[in-house]
């Protein structure tokens, strides 16, 4: 089966995973974490669906809501294109991609690149530049000049590619195509400014060395929980210590190993190294394995 065919096939059993998630969404999801157990190939993937299995074990689990929730609040279309863009494209395709051009005589190659201050001009070389090698995920800081038209025009270009764009700005709110997550600031969601009905956003906090307790608390994600957010992202200010880095990837990772609330956060900077560290050294940041 050539890639294009097993896209379409994977595009259209994503639409009755959607459907079926809405109305059924505990069987639903073990379904899938079976499925995905059944044909995962090398350690990386076993180790994951091992224990997302065992997470849902919980029948009471607050994962059963995140997912339900997401399937039922956020339109299909984006959640069907970014999950194709994110989950085949980028992981799971692009790994072959990745590992085919190390072989090959290239430097270690990420599954996401940091695009900082990013234009169009600079967001496209770094696509056509990154994305032949298997890079499939792009987390987007755009310039304080940026072209926002501009810059989805390059991710609409580029449908297979997954982009995270950190709109600080606001500048983000209508255009976005969907292959691409808007993160908002945290704040915004707490004073009430919410994104459009059907939008796949999340909130997100740059944490510094005296901020990160209270950025990572559990008061803080049940308060963006109750603001209706589904995703949280922690990403290090400039000076962070590794330290405090080592401390928000080992609480994140806690909090998702038995989630307190429909809200999945992510520790960006570790988690982007945990995926692209070796067998030996990979943490299933998903599942929680510290």
Known sequence: MNEHMASALLGVSADIWIRDMQYDTQRT????????GVFSTGAKQRRFF??????LKNRSSAYYTLLKTLCTSVDAGALRTFGMAFGYHSLSRGASKRLAAVQSGQHVVSFAAFVRGATAATLEDSVSSLYPFGTGTYIVYPAEDGDATALCGVMRKYRECAFLVFDTQHTFADDLPFNAMRLVPFQELLDGKLPRKGSLYGAF????????DWDVSFERLSALSRCGCLFYVLTAASGV?????AQVARKITALRRNLPCPIFPVALETDVRYVDS???????QFAGAL
């Open 50 to 55: 091992h224990q997302a299995e065992d997470i």
């Open 278 to 284: 070796p067998v030996a050294m990979f943490l299933p």
């Open 205 to 212: 906090a740059a944490y510094n060395d005296a901020s990160a």
């Open 241 to 245: 210590s590794s330290r405090i880095q």
């Open 29 to 36: 999801a073990r379904r899938l974490v079976e499925l995905g």
